[in-house]
């Protein structure tokens, strides 16, 4: 089947910039809407941003102005640019694609291993 790969986490300073990307490779025939999660110690994981195959983006109203979600659907990459970083912005990144690996286009949730952001001064 297919594979997701995170990269891009790292320690930032309040206000600072971090870009992830997550690179979907395998059987991949299509690929749907892709997005991020996020999940903090204790807390629940949430949805951070999600862009569907033609480009439309979508924010959870706490990352709206500040990060910007895209896609190259020929690198089958999506990515995550994150501006003006808070503290409450730590937590382990997840990304998912919905992916269908043959023709049939039966599309399947697929998860990324996570990468850890961590904003503090």
């Known amino acids: 089947q297919a594979q997701l790969v995170e990269s891009g986490g790292g320690l930032v300073q309040p206000g600072g910039s971090l870009r992830l990307s997550c690179a979907a490779s395998?059987?991949?025939?299509?690929?749907?809407?892709m997005g991020w999660y996020r999940q903090a110690p204790g807390k629940q994981r949430e949805l951070v941003a999600t862009?569907?195959?033609?480009?439309?983006?979508n924010y959870a109203d706490s990352v709206k102005g500040r990060f910007t979600i895209s896609r190259d659907n020929a690198k089958n990459t999506v990515y995550l640019q994150m501006n003006s970083l808070k503290p409450e912005d730590t937590a382990v990144y997840y990304c998912?694609?919905?992916?269908?690996?043959?023709?049939?286009?039966?599309?399947?949730?697929?998860w990324g291993q996570g990468t850890q952001v961590t904003v503090s001064s």
């Open positions: 998912k694609a919905n992916i269908a690996t043959d023709q049939q286009r039966n599309f399947f949730r697929y």
């Open positions: 862009i569907n195959s033609s480009g439309s983006p």
């Open positions: 395998g059987s991949i025939f299509s690929i749907g809407t």
